[in-house]
């Protein structure tokens, strides 16, 4: 059996990151491949739960990095390693780079929390590609249409951050095993 394989989806709020994750496992099933899609936060009981509290209450970037991890460590323990080990894909709808831009970025968590942080709860789970969504901020509020609830308040030019910053996006993001990472934009 072919081992499994753990493609990543990142991108700003209504960039299209859970829609490309429902095409691409649609389009892999197709083909006889066995896809799981999980969310981060989320994609378990405490995940979900964490979810909630990192996405409506107010708390430190740092308390939301920590809070973030511990969500990482439930689902790739629970649900991510047993279906790679039985040779299942799972694509995830964010990631790591998530976390650099939203709370070290545009929350001002340090840089080496960030870094040990995402290190420590990637479980030293190999990624076989990465997607990182990037688009205007009008196409953004487009999409979103009258629903501002994704934006959490942030102002237009911290928007802007996470739509347009490649540096945000993509030159912070290390993999924990060290690969070169593939990225399609």
């Known amino acids: 059996m072919q081992g499994g394989k753990f493609i990543t989806i990142d991108g700003a709020n209504g ?11 649609a389009k892999l099933q197709d083909m006889g491949i066995e896809v799981i899609v999980i969310r981060e936060p989320g994609g ?9 509290l ?14 973030c991890a511990a969500a990482r460590i439930e689902v790739l323990s629970q649900v991510v390693k047993p279906a790679l ?7 995830a709808d964010r ?5 650099w831009v939203y709370q070290h970025y545009l929350g001002g968590a340090g840089y080496v929390l960030i ?3 995402n290190r420590m709860s990637s479980l030293e789970i190999t990624i076989d590609m990465s997607f990182v969504l990037h688009c205007s901020l009008e196409t953004l509020r487009e ?3 009258d629903d501002k609830r994704g934006y959490r308040g942030m102002p237009d030019e911290d928007l802007q951050t996470v739509c347009d910053s490649d540096e945000a996006w993509v030159n912070r993001y290390q993999d924990p095993s060290g690969r070169e990472q ?3 934009f």
Do not use: D, H
Not at 17 to 24: C, D, E, H, I
Not at 85 to 91: L, M, R, S
Not at 95 to 99: C, G, H, M, Y
């Open 85 to 91: 080990a039985e040779g299942k894909w799972v694509i």
């Open 44 to 52: 378990t009981e405490i995940g979900e739960e964490i979810r909630e």
């Open 182 to 184: 593939k990225y399609l």
């Open 95 to 99: 990631f790591t780079p998530s976390t």
């Open 115 to 117: 870094n040990v942080l």
């Open 143 to 145: 999409c979103m249409g």
């Open 54 to 67: 990192v996405q409506w209450k107010r708390s430190s970037p740092e308390s939301q990095a920590l809070l």
């Open 15 to 25: 960039a299209g990151k859970t829609t490309l994750a429902m095409n691409l496992a």
